[in-house]
């Protein structure tokens, strides 16, 4: 079953549970894109909030051209 989702960055600061930052990805970034980056086998997988790592973080930072900050916990998180 294919879902119509949207994906958004958010970070949190060490020791915090409140988003300092957040972003939509752009409509084009559909899970078929993000599932080698996140290593899902299905689109179910991509659905709920993920953490990030260093080469996630990248990855993304080169399919939307934009830096993603540093200093925050990065996580994808799906929505419909």
Do not use: C
Request: proline fraction near 6%; charge should be negative.
């Amino acid at each position: 079953m294919k879902y119509d989702l949207k994906f958004q960055i958010y970070g949190i600061e060490p020791d915090s549970d409140r988003a300092k930052y957040e972003i939509d990805l752009p409509a084009t970034v559909t899970a078929d894109i993000l599932m080698p980056i996140m290593g899902w086998r299905e689109e179910e997988e991509a659905m709920g909030s993920h953490p990030l790592n260093a080469a996630q973080i990248t990855a993304i930072e080169r399919l939307i051209m934009l830096r993603l900050p540093k200093n925050l916990t990065l996580h994808v998180s799906s929505y419909m």
